[in-house]
């Protein structure tokens, strides 16, 4: 049986915390943008949608046309899907996985001739 010593140790050791009111606001330091992205930020100053999506596709021109096959055969094999014509509907849906691993590599691809275009350019 514990004694009443032991019980008093174990209300003594937890002490009790007041904890309203604690939390004090943090502040956070404001990093300037490095040349790189200054100069990003710059390239994008006062550029529409349209002129955006003209850049980037001569950036990359093999994404978006990955992205436009994969959403024309999404679509086309869901409207066969509906009509009930299930050849078609599964050839569309292969079509579609095709044209996703497609853009997926022209991704890559992209990343990879982008980072070996800033390295070629650092050095």
Known sequence: MPSSKDNDSRSQSVPEKSFQNEAKPVKFEYLPPTPDMRSALDLMDGETTKEKFIRKFSEQ????????????ALG????QMKTGNQFMSQRMMRLRILAQGFTVIACLVGVLHTAKRKRSSVT
Do not use: K, V
């Not at 093999?62 to 959403?71: E, F, M, V």
């Not at 086309?76 to 409207?79: A, K, S």
């Open 61 to 72: 021109p093999l994404i978006p046309i990955g992205c436009g096959l994969t959403a024309t």
């Open 76 to 79: 086309y094999g869901l409207i």
